[in-house]
């Protein structure tokens, strides 16, 4: 994404997550790498409240930070794209750009094997939600927040058909393609899409410190 392109759909509110004191830049760091194994009873959790919550909590006072970005143009989320929330940011006065600010889990449905799963194998994380995209639909090439700031993870519960497609100055363009029931890094700190074809893509996406993700030294360009 061009610096035009960048004002132009209100990134310029997130500027303030592209330079950080948590981590290695994105320089340093791979697009993507495995992590570990996801187990059965985190994936049936996550498919059983897609099925229970059919709304959407991007743009909505739930999910103040999504406000700050143009959803339509700079993404594309729309057309039956959608994200549930899994963490919330719920206490007052604080900053709701924040992404470490969106740690209480949500009480209207039960998470207990997702949330003990999370603390367990990555500690404290942030910002937990479920994507959903529909068949043949595609999240427009953007960048997100820098690995010193905050890192990102993915669970496949249902990836197959998709590409998750990575462009940066150092490996070129790649591209990830995930098996289900797996845990990966993504450096979504450089430029990246998501390219879904003929089944419905469901992951689950969070925050974490650098240096809580296992094995992190892995990730190392070297």
């Given at each position: 994404?061009?610096?035009?392109?960048?004002?132009?759909?209100?990134?310029?509110?997130?500027?303030?997550?592209?330079?950080?004191?948590?981590?290695?830049?994105?320089?340093?760091?791979?697009?993507?790498?495995?992590?570990?194994?996801?187990?059965?009873?985190?994936?049936?959790?996550?498919?059983?409240?897609?099925?229970?919550?059919?709304?959407?909590?991007?743009?909505?006072?739930?999910?103040?930070?999504?406000?700050?970005?143009?959803?339509?143009n700079?993404?594309?989320?729309?057309?039956?794209?959608?994200?549930?929330?899994?963490?919330?940011?719920?206490?007052?006065?604080?900053?709701?750009?924040?992404?470490?600010?969106?740690?209480?889990?949500?009480?209207?449905?039960?998470?207990?094997?997702?949330?003990k799963?999370?603390?367990?194998n990555?500690?404290?994380?942030?910002?937990?939600?479920?994507?959903?995209?529909?068949?043949?639909?595609?999240?427009?090439?953007?960048?997100?927040?820098?690995?010193?700031?905050?890192?990102?993870?993915?669970?496949?519960?249902?990836?197959?058909?998709?590409?998750?497609?990575?462009?940066?100055?150092?490996?070129?363009?790649?591209?990830?393609?995930?098996?289900?029931?797996?845990?990966y890094?993504?450096n979504?700190?450089?430029?990246?899409?998501?390219?879904?074809?003929?089944?419905?893509?469901?992951?689950?996406?969070?925050?974490?410190?650098?240096?809580?993700?296992?094995?992190?030294?892995?990730?190392?360009i070297?």
């Amino acid at each position: 994404m061009s610096e035009k392109e960048f004002k132009e759909y209100g990134f310029t509110k997130a500027r303030v997550r592209a330079k950080g004191t948590r981590g290695p830049t994105r320089h340093k760091l791979t697009s993507f790498k495995h992590i570990t194994k996801v187990p059965k009873q985190v994936m049936s959790e996550i498919e059983r409240i897609i099925k229970d919550i059919q709304t959407d909590d991007l743009g909505t006072d739930n999910y103040q930070i999504s406000n700050s970005y143009d959803l339509c143009n700079a993404f594309n989320a729309m057309g039956g794209y959608r994200q549930i929330l899994l963490q919330r940011c719920t206490e007052e006065g604080v900053d709701v750009n924040e992404e470490t600010n969106y740690n209480d889990w949500r009480d209207d449905t039960d998470v207990s094997v997702i949330k003990k799963y999370l603390e367990d194998n990555f500690g404290e994380v942030y910002r937990a939600r479920i994507s959903v995209m529909p068949p043949g639909h595609e999240l427009f090439w953007h960048i997100d927040t820098d690995t010193s700031v905050l890192c990102r993870m993915q669970l496949a519960i249902r990836a197959e058909g998709s590409e998750f497609q990575f462009r940066n100055r150092i490996e070129g363009e790649r591209s990830l393609v995930m098996e289900n029931g797996n845990a990966y890094f993504v450096n979504t700190g450089w430029s990246h899409r998501v390219v879904n074809k003929d089944n419905w893509r469901v992951v689950l996406i969070f925050g974490i410190e650098y240096n809580n993700i296992p094995n992190k030294e892995q990730l190392h360009i070297s």
